[in-house]
């Protein structure tokens, strides 16, 4: 398992965050910041001690850090990915489904039609000719079928999603494979 603890500075005091990276676990904790010792009593009158234990100070602010912006994933390795997790969730997938709502007609990526879950990933050369926003309000709003609408992002945001979509579904198959 691969740690990665990273420090922010927000609103005047230090966050820690550390991302676990092991087998498909991308959550997010967030961790308490070092217990910082308790000033002794010359410190709080205002004495100078030295104290050799002490941390040396930190800079008022951080300097800026250009964060890199991972490329959206192709329809491709989306339909892969969800279709990857859903299984995974006991979900029979098939891809390339019909569906008639009421309101709104769409072919959706991924879909099982026992459980009435799946998902439609709208890639970045999709986004004007796919779902429109009223589409995919009226989909969401709907309580009969539980999609999963994600617009173009990252691979690993995708899994994250797929993840707490599965995860807050009150629909559990038989576990397994998924592929019966």
Not at 16 to 37: E, H, M, T, Y
Not at 41 to 48: E, F, K, L, T
Not at 140 to 157: C, H, N, R
């Amino acid at each position: 398992m691969a740690n990665l603890a990273v420090k922010a500075l927000i609103g005047g005091g230090v966050v820690l965050l550390s991302l676990a990276a092991c087998q498909g676990d991308n959550r997010i904790r967030r961790v308490a910041p070092p217990a910082q010792p308790e000033p002794s009593a010359a410190q709080n009158a205002g004495v100078n001690v030295a104290d050799d234990t002490a941390e040396p100070e930190r800079a008022e602010a951080l300097p800026e850090v250009e964060t890199p912006t991972l490329p959206a994933a192709d329809e491709v390795t989306a339909r892969q990915i969800l279709a990857n997790r859903f299984r995974s969730a006991g979900f029979r997938i098939l891809h390339d489904v019909p569906l008639a709502t009421g309101s709104v007609d769409v072919t959706l990526d991924g879909y099982d039609p026992a459980h009435k879950v799946g998902f439609e990933y709208v890639a970045t050369e999709e986004r004007n000719t796919d779902l429109t926003r009223a589409e995919k309000t009226a989909l969401a709003g709907q309580a009969e079928y539980k999609l999963l609408l994600l617009d173009a992002t990252d691979a690993a945001a995708i899994g994250l999603a797929a993840e707490r979509f599965l995860g807050g579904l009150s629909i559990k198959p038989n576990s397994g494979s998924g592929r019966r």
